[in-house]
């Protein structure tokens, strides 16, 4: 079957709810690396529950992924691939209100586009995190990109234009960094993300990788944290989206060096491992006034 975008543009790839349970934060938190320093009670608001203002990161709505994560491969359009060739690419949260640690939250997934990248293919996944008992309560929404390497040439470009600005060519403002440990994908894929490419040796080699690599999805909550901790001054509710492209893969034990530029509220930033190379080619945060200079 060919790539036929007209087919697959608003496909609703599932309307389900989700349990964002106390435990499944508190784990999500862990693993982007919140309580580095156990004894650190700023962030106990993310893996403490009796903490008075215990809540959740805004990142953490990526973990929505997990209700459409066999669905989405069933859409109209698409036609079947190795799941090996699929890397994510890039990801958007734009954050109206925080989950509350131990809700149920309703995730309505759409296709919203497949765009033809020449060597491959942009699928863009949008999912809608909203409050069950009051479906005019947003919490997120995501955009979350998956390139397929070998699937694209078929001509249709897509019909989203969502750029993420590049960041400055000055010597960045602040930059932050953040060690990974060498099991965190072992620990991430416990969030829901259970794609065998971060655990299985084989499947990653059948990727391209010379073993398996962190899930995207985590550098991402890394990423988010990073600026947290640099610009935020504990305050979670500035942050207002995170967009992020991710152009090479992390190995888990790897450091994750997040190089940031300040421009009015938004902080623009590229990031690299300290071992080897660039992941992040361009990533944005977009905060609330009032934000720390
Ligand atoms: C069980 C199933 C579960 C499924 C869901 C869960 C999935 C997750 O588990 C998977 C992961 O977490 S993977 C880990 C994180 N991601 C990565 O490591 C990918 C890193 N990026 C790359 O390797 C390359 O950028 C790559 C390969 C993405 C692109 O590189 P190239 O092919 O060399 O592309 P290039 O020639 O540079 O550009 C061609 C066109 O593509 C656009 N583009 C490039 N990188 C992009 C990216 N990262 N995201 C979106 N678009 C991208 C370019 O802009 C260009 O398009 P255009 O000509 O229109 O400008």
Request: with cysteine.
């Amino acid at each position: 079957m060919e790539v036929d975008p007209s087919k697959a543009r608003g496909h609703v790839i599932c309307e389900e709810d989700m349990m964002f349970t106390e435990e499944l934060c508190q784990l999500y938190h862990l693993c982007v690396g919140f309580n580095q320093d156990p004894c650190n009670e700023d962030d106990f608001k993310f893996i403490y529950e009796y903490d008075d203002d215990f809540t959740t990161f805004p990142t953490i709505s990526v973990l929505a992924l997990k209700v459409c994560l066999t669905k989405m491969f069933e859409t109209p359009g698409l036609p079947q691939f190795n799941i090996m060739s699929l890397l994510h690419g890039e990801q958007i949260v734009e954050v109206s209100n925080p989950i509350p640690p131990g809700s149920s939250v309703r995730c309505v997934a759409v296709m919203e586009d497949l765009a033809d990248k020449g060597k491959g293919m942009l699928m863009t996944v949008r999912i809608d995190l909203k409050n069950p008992e009051n479906l005019d309560e947003m919490y997120s929404r995501c955009y979350m990109k998956f390139y397929v390497r070998g699937l694209g040439g078929f001509g249709d470009k897509g019909i989203l234009d969502q750029k993420i600005p590049d960041p400055p060519t000055r010597e960045p403002d602040q930059s932050f960094e953040a060690p990974t440990d060498e099991r965190l994908a072992l620990f991430y894929r416990l969030c829901g993300d259970v794609n065998p490419l971060h655990i299985v040796p084989s499947a990653a080699q059948l990727a391209g990788f010379e073993k398996p690599i962190l899930h995207g999805l985590c550098t991402y909550g890394i990423l988010g944290r990073a600026v947290y901790e640099t610009y935020c001054e504990g305050d979670v509710s500035l942050i207002k989206n995170i967009s992020v492209r991710f152009v090479s893969h992390v190995y888990p034990g790897e450091t994750i060096k997040v190089d940031m530029f300040k421009e009015g509220d938004s902080i623009l930033f590229s990031a690299s491992t300290v071992e080897r190379k660039t992941v992040i080619s361009t990533g944005v945060v977009d905060l609330k006034p009032q934000a720390k200079i």
